[in-house]
């Protein structure tokens, strides 16, 4: 008996190159997968974890007699000055919901909030904060809750250790500004910004 072309005795017992390169690409796929869902799960679990503590610090200054204003904020971020531009803004951003702008208004028209705190954690590539601005002499205290890839730190907190300040940004989806506030130092926002290259171009994720 003469065989096909191409047949080699024994080729049936043995898996073909194509076959096992897909197997591996399948596999790699849902490893993948698994990756992305856990991430997501951590992402989660840890936004959820910045809520709460922005209500559990709302209870103590109202257990306190202070009035609160305590917003989850729909985007936020640092913003920085393009490199050009040395009297361009900088700054953290929080975008508010249209609900809670008048909310916020009252609030940032009644004090002066020169005191201010920052709570902050970070998952993977991403960063979870809650701001808290406080006016002792209205009794008066604004938490802003927000989150953030830290790959968007960079030339913000290349501007702040330059100017030796911070500010923070609050507007509306429709880009309306409400509040802006300035804060004396910057570390309690980019607390390894004391580490960042004097040259821009050589920027890692802080």
Known sequence: MVDAPGHVDGDDDVPTTAATDTAEAVEEQNRRADRIEAQAGQLKAAWKD???DMEAIAEEWREEGYEVTDITSVDAGPIGRD?????????????IPDDDADEFVDAFEAGEYGQYDVYRGEVEADAFIVEELVDHDVERVILLAGAYQLRDTQMCAYAAREEGEMFT???????TRL???R??????FFPRADDLPEDPMEFELL
């Not at 940004?169 to 880009?175: C, G, P, Q």
């Not at 804060?183 to 309690?188: I, P, S």
């Open 179 to 181: 509040g802006t506030f």
């Open 83 to 95: 490199s050009n531009d040395d009297d361009g803004e900088y700054g953290m951003e929080f975008v």
């Open 50 to 52: 910045t809520i709460a």
């Open 183 to 188: 804060h004396d130092g910057y570390r309690k």
């Open 169 to 175: 940004f609050v507007r509306t989806l429709d880009k």
